[in-house]
């Protein structure tokens, strides 16, 4: 799972450059198979809505399209909730915990076994849960942007988010096609 940002516009870069005006953008939260490598969820949202608060949604949406038995995120979507949710759902957290976690329980066990094994060697805990095919998010990401540009045409929320929406099923579409070699 992760999440990238994607401009509003892409026109008058120049002119908000001079002047120094803050353009908004969107944030594409995704959530990719690693098998397939397909994009098996995907939310559209404002700038200001946090990675984490949607793994929930996320996950609900990519288990109703594959398999799901391991959640792969970064530390964006570190928090107890997330971790006892995926539990819950009996789907291994292999979340990235901040440097700074304590090792306590806080009430979130889960969450206390991954900071535990975490803090005593993270390599060793990157390699044993296979947090390095992570990768293939970011790699959706930029396969993304650079099929088809870093920014929308459209101009209202809804319409952006159906823009995205079938960029991301072009993509599904171009990564399953057969390769002729």
Not at 107 to 118: H, T
Not at 152 to 162: I, L, P, Y
Request: with cysteine; aromatic share 8%.
């Amino acid at each position: 799972m992760g999440a990238s940002s994607i401009k509003v516009s892409n026109r008058g870069d120049w002119i908000r450059h001079k002047w120094k005006v803050k353009r908004g953008y969107l944030k594409i939260h995704i959530a990719v198979d690693t098998k397939s490598k397909k994009n098996t969820s995907m939310n559209v949202t404002s700038e200001k809505v946090s990675d984490g608060k949607l793994l929930k949604k996320l996950v609900d949406e990519a288990t109703q399209k594959a398999n799901v038995n391991k959640v792969l995120a970064d530390g964006a979507y570190d928090s107890k909730k997330n971790f006892r949710y995926l539990t819950e759902k009996k789907i291994e957290p292999v979340i990235k915990v901040h440097r700074n976690v304590s090792s306590k329980a806080g009430g979130c066990v889960p969450r206390k076994l991954v900071a535990k094994e975490y803090l005593q060697d993270p390599k060793a805990w990157k390699r044993n849960h296979g947090y390095g095919q992570r990768w293939m998010v970011e790699s959706t990401f930029s396969s993304l942007k650079r099929t088809f540009g870093e920014y929308v045409s459209a101009v209202k929320m809804r319409n952006m988010a159906n823009e995205m929406m079938i960029k991301a099923s072009l993509y599904n579409f171009f990564v399953a096609m057969p390769v002729n070699t």
